[in-house]
């Protein structure tokens, strides 16, 4: 396991939300997130070779945490069976913010852990390609590979599911920089 090195550039106690949101604008990594409300904790983050071993020291410091690599998308979670075990269902095809709808209906009527999961809001222009580019999701998939399905062929779309309320968490989408890592 790799040991993390101290951060020059800032603090270096950050919530997971944080350190996903550092992941993302400062290691410009396409980084798809579900909150959990775990503690803040120290976490250094250091120069590491590949965007796993990035993860690896993240999760290393926040054990309610674990990270998947789906295809080339990486999805920091809380670490529970329920977003990686196999779900049998229908499969789902068609603009993004309908699909993303009825997907989160389906997750809220097949396990009792997503019961609290709201759809997606539409924030922005309707019309846009954020909501309206067609994805698919597979008749037989784990939640996080249904949610990844959602993201379509564009590499810059991540998704994050956070905290709305004590009651609620809610599912939405946005598009990232990917360019050159500082």
Known sequence: MNTPA??????????????????RGQRHMA???????????DW???????????????????????????GDRYVLHPRQDIWRVPLSGRAFQGPRLQTA??????????????????PPLLKGDPAAALYTATVSI????SALQGLVGL???DPTMVFTIE????????????????GEAA
């Open 31 to 41: 980084l798809c997130f579900i909150q959990n409300g775990a503690a803040s904790r």
């Open 101 to 118: 709808q009825a997907y989160v209906e389906f997750l809220r009527g097949t396990a009792p852990e997503m019961a609290d999961l709201l």
């Open 163 to 178: 905290r709305q309320d004590a009651d609620r968490r809610v599912l939405f989408f946005e598009q990232v920089d990917v």
């Open 44 to 70: 250094q983050a250091a120069s590491y070779g590949t965007p796993g071993a990035l993860l690896d020291s993240l999760v290393a410091v926040v054990p309610e945490y674990a990270w998947t690599a789906i």
């Open 151 to 153: 993201l379509g062929p």
């Open 6 to 23: 101290r951060r020059t550039d800032g603090p270096s106690v950050f919530t997971p939300r944080q350190a996903a949101a550092y992941l």
């Open 138 to 141: 597979r008749e037989s998939c």
